[in-house]
Every structure is written in structure tokens, then in C-alpha cells.
């Protein structure tokens, strides 16, 4: 059922964004592109279904094409390019000691600015790896511009995500490198971000009705994910799809069926950890939610480990406080653990589930970033953090 007009939750939407956005359609110059965050499919059926964690990816697409967006786009495609340059940073990292291990990842803006505020000697150990959206906005104004043959100052990027920090994420100074690249650097990587409860706040504003949308796909070139970027949005999904890439770069080989369901850094526990054999070398990880599970960790010896993973909502990404919440009850943790299985499922359904071996990633390094760490792929995909 659909929250009702008194729930507290539909009256403290904040509208701006979203109004901006409405402007930007109605605009025939611009060219409006969405995309969409991997938890967003797994929280946005909570708000029109009594289902918790209903995975309507297709119904998602179909809903933000009748609000009028030129294209949708999947921010699983660039979780994968993440992945790829992240995953890259980390081996050289441990090849060649280009920098202090162990490295903690970079997507989470809201650890990002924590450790920037309270343990800005720890910086150096953030992956310089933008977040998904950092890297999906850049490839949009500048890839997808040029094969278009668009203006990219026309192009109006509007992210859909599970998180109220990538509001503040999107307006930091220096992600303004797609026009500091073609010379006008008033132009920002991503325009906008509106929350998966805005976004369903919208469709009820527009009648959209969820129940009679048919499935549609997401846009091509920008638009496909493996089932490595889809599990992003769960804690511990980040460290998996890393590692199965990082399995393959070292030894050459698939990854085992452990890497393909590691279950040692999936499930509600706050601080997870694990160590997997690659090759002659052993990785060891730890996964982390919360921030008063980081900073207990950070107190700790974390000169063991080599690669962390921390996000700051419990359970990671499909818990985001842009997730709505089904029929007005919190959301708690049988309704984490059932968007979180959601994601699994379709994980191990699909038959890309490597980040490598996603098509759109290889196209894209062929016909423009060249390699991981290349110069173009430092200009656009990596980022500097500052002491706060
Ligand atoms: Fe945003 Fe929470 Fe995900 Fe961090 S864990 S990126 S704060 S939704």
C-alpha cells in the first residue's frame, strides 16, 4: 500500500531539487539524462507495493521515461568502472608500493567526509577512486557528449540515489572535471541528485502508476552493469566485486564459487572479516558500516589488512536515508536483509558477473579512457580529498 497523505515522511520532502529538475525537462534545449543507483531498484517498489526489497528495475526505467527523461542510464556501469579502477589502484598498491595499505574505499561520501574531519592522517588510505555517480556524471559530459554529438552544456545529469550525502558529494568544488577537460569549468560533473523517495514522491505528484508500468530497459552505452555492480548497494558488495576482479588480474583464472557467493563479508554484522589465497598472496579484507565501527576500527592495528570497505548506513546503500519506508513502518533489519537478498538473486542470475567482462566497460576504455590509472582515466574517474 501507498503511504498516506499524513505519513511524516511524504511532508518532509524536500521539493527543490526535484522542481529543478522538472524545469530542465520542460527545457527543449537541454538534454535530460538519469541514472539510476543499484539500490534504487530494490528500495523505490517499498513505496507503491506491500513486497519489502521487490527488485523493479524495469518498472524504475519505465517510470522515469514518462516523467520525461531523455535517457536512463545505470549506475551499475560505472560501480564496474569503479570497480576497475579502484581494484587497479589496490593491485599496484600491493605490486609496487605506490601507496599505504591498507586502502579503504571511496564511494560512501559521508565516510569520506568523516575521515576527512576526524582522521584527515588517514587520507592518503582513500582510494582516489571517485564514487559511481563521480565517474557516471564525468563519462556522460564528455564519452557520451561526443558520441552523441552534444553540446555537453546542454546536458542536464540527474542522479536517483538511495543517499542524502551525494547531494553534497556532487557540489564538491573539484568535481567539475568533464569542464575543466573542455574548457568551461562552470560546468559540473552531475547536475542533481533526488533521493528514491523523492523520486516517488514524484510519480504519485504525476499519477504514475506503478502497478500498470511494463518493464523497460535502460538506455545503451552507459547503461549496462554486471552482477558485480549491482551488489554494490549491499555492505560487503563493494569488497566481492573487487576481489573477483582482483582474482582474475592475478592469476588469470575465474574466480571460484567462494568469490562468486563470499559469504565471510556478506550479512548484518557490523565489522566483517576475511582473507582469501590469490595466487601465492593472501588479501586480507575487512567490511564496516556505521561510523562508530569505523573509528573503533581506525583506533585499532589496521596495518594487517589490505583492502576496506566502509559504508555508513547499516547494511550499506539499501538502507540510504533517501529509501522510502513501506507503509510508514521503519525501515528495519528483515527489510535491509530482504533488499539485500533482492540483490544476491539477481547477482547469481545473471551471467555477467565480472566487472571485466562487461561489454560497455571494455568499449569505453577501447574507444576512450585507453586504460585504468591512464592519464585521461586520473583526469576523470580519481579525486582528491581535503582535511577538514
Ligand atoms: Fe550514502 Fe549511506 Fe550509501 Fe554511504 S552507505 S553512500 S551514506 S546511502
Redo the contacts with the bound molecule.
Keep these: 500500500g501507498q503511504c498516506s497523505a499524513s505519513c511524516p515522511e511524504q511532508s518532509l520532502q524536500v521539493k527543490s531539487e526535484v522542481e529543478l529538475v522538472k524545469v530542465a525537462i520542460r527545457d527543449p534545449e537541454k538534454v535530460v539524462v538519469f541514472s539510476t543507483?543499484p539500490?534504487v531498484r530494490v528500495g523505490l517498489g517499498d513505496a507503491f507495493t506491500d513486497k519489502p526489497g521487490t527488485y523493479v528495475e524495469g518498472k524504475m526505467v519505465a517510470a522515469l521515461k514518462a516523467l520525461g527523461a531523455d535517457y536512463v542510464f545505470d549506475v551499475t556501469f560505472s560501480a564496474d568502472l569503479t570497480i576497475i579502477e579502484e581494484g587497479c589502484e589496490l593491485l599496484q598498491r600491493i605490486l609496487t608500493n605506490s601507496g599505504p595499505l591498507p586502502q579503504f574505499t571511496s564511494?560512501?561520501?559521508?565516510?569520506v567526509k568523516f575521515v576527512e574531519t576526524y582522521y584527515p592522517d588517514k587520507l592518503p588510505h582513500i582510494s582516489s577512486a571517485k564514487?559511481p555517480i563521480g565517474m557516471q556524471g564525468a563519462t556522460i559530459k564528455t564519452y557520451f557528449a561526443a558520441k552523441q554529438g552534444l553540446d555537453p552544456r546542454r546536458i542536464v545529469t540527474v542522479n536517483v540515489?538511495?543517499?542524502?550525502?551525494?547531494k553534497a558529494?556532487i557540489r564538491r568544488p573539484e568535481l567539475n572535471d568533464a569542464g575543466e577537460l573542455l574548457g568551461c569549468p562552470e560546468m559540473r560533473d552531475n547536475d542533481y541528485v533526488i533521493t528514491t523517495k523523492e523520486l516517488a514522491q514524484w510519480m504519485r505528484e504525476e499519477q504514475v502508476d506503478f502497478e500498470s508500468l511494463t518493464d523497460q530497459d535502460f538506455d545503451s552505452l552507459l547503461g549496462k552493469g554486471s552482477g558485480a555492480g549491482v551488489i554494490f548497494?549491499n555492505?560487503g558488495g563493494v569488497m566481492e566485486a573487487a576481489l573477483r576482479m582482483a582474482y582474475r588480474s592475478l592469476t588469470g583464472r575465474e574466480a571460484d564459487g567462494k568469490l562468486l557467493r563470499f559469504e565471510d563479508v556478506r550479512g548484518m554484522k557490523g565489522i566483517k572479516e576475511a582473507s582469501v589465497e590469490i595466487g601465492d598472496a593472501t588479501i586480507r579484507v575487512a567490511v564496516i558500516?556505521g561510523t562508530a565501527n569505523a573509528a573503533k576500527f581506525l583506533e585499532g592495528d589496521i596495518s594487517r589488512y589490505h583492502f576496506v570497505e566502509v559504508?555508513?548506513?547499516p547494511g550499506?546503500?539499501?538502507?540510504?536515508?533517501?529509501?522510502p519506508q513501506m507503509n510508514c513502518i521503519p525501515v528495519v533489519d528483515p527489510i535491509r536483509v530482504s533488499r539485500i537478498g533482492s540483490m544476491y538473486a539477481e547477482d547469481e542470475k545473471m551471467t555477467l558477473r565480472n566487472s571485466m567482462d562487461n561489454p560497455e566497460i571494455q568499449r569505453v576504455y577501447q574507444e576512450f579512457y585507453q586504460k585504468p590509472l591512464g592519464e585521461l582515466s586520473e583526469k576523470l574517474l580519481h579525486t582528491v580529498y581535503h582535511k577538514r
Design positions: 543507483s539500490s564511494c560512501c561520501p559521508a565516510w564514487s540515489t538511495p543517499c542524502t550525502a551525494k558529494e548497494g555492505t558500516y559504508m555508513t548506513c550499506g546503500c539499501i538502507s540510504g536515508a533517501g529509501q
